[in-house]
């Protein structure tokens, strides 16, 4: 069975850095596009990247220039390098892949979510 375990969410000031982390593990054949998504407070879930399998990344307007989204093929590992956070980027951000099993059909799987809080 294929899960999504994310990490590294907390508690951060205004201008500060976090990364997260979002690890794929069970029977995987393939990880195609990787990404992350966020849902602030009272809000609907918005993408913030997306990185493909050959390394082509995109990023929502809002953190461009301060979000890197980057992967290890290797460990089947997904990152998030937020930096120079706002409080506006307060939410529960969600780890996302396409994945195809050994054993099953390809489709997405989602982490359980992290909460990142940035106070002002």
């Known amino acids: 069975q294929v899960q999504l375990v994310e990490s590294g969410g907390g508690l951060v000031q205004a201008g500060g850095s976090l990364r997260l982390s979002c690890a794929a593990s069970g029977s995987i054949f393939s990880i195609n596009a990787m990404g992350w998504y966020r849902q602030p407070p009272g809000k609907q879930r918005e993408l913030v990247a997306v990185i493909t399998s050959g390394g082509n990344t995109n990023y929502a307007d809002s953190v461009k220039g301060r979000f890197t989204i980057f992967r290890d093929n290797a460990k089947n590992t997904v990152y998030l390098q937020m930096n120079s956070l706002k409080p506006e980027d307060t939410a529960v951000y969600y780890c996302?892949?396409?994945?195809?099993?050994?054993?099953?059909?390809?489709?997405?799987?989602w982490g359980q979510g992290t909460q990142v809080t940035v106070s002002s």
């Open positions: 996302d892949a396409d994945i195809t099993p050994y054993d099953a059909r390809r489709r997405d799987y």
